[in-house]
């Protein structure tokens, strides 16, 4: 499930039309995605980042 997470929101910058911008965004996208995955991220777990 978590990989159709990350598919969608890649999907959703496909459209970036400057290649090196898109390159950056994906790539960033794709490493917080593996991130949060590796940490078991979820978003209760993560409340404390907002309020810091």
Do not use: C
């Not at 390159?23 to 991130?35: D, N, P």
């Amino acid at each position: 499930m978590k990989n159709r997470l990350t598919e969608k929101v890649l999907e959703s910058f496909s459209r970036i039309s400057h290649p090196r911008h898109k390159e950056v965004l994906l790539s960033l996208i794709k490493h917080l995605h593996a991130f949060a995955q590796e940490v078991d991220y979820s978003p209760r777990s993560g409340k404390w980042v907002w309020i810091f």
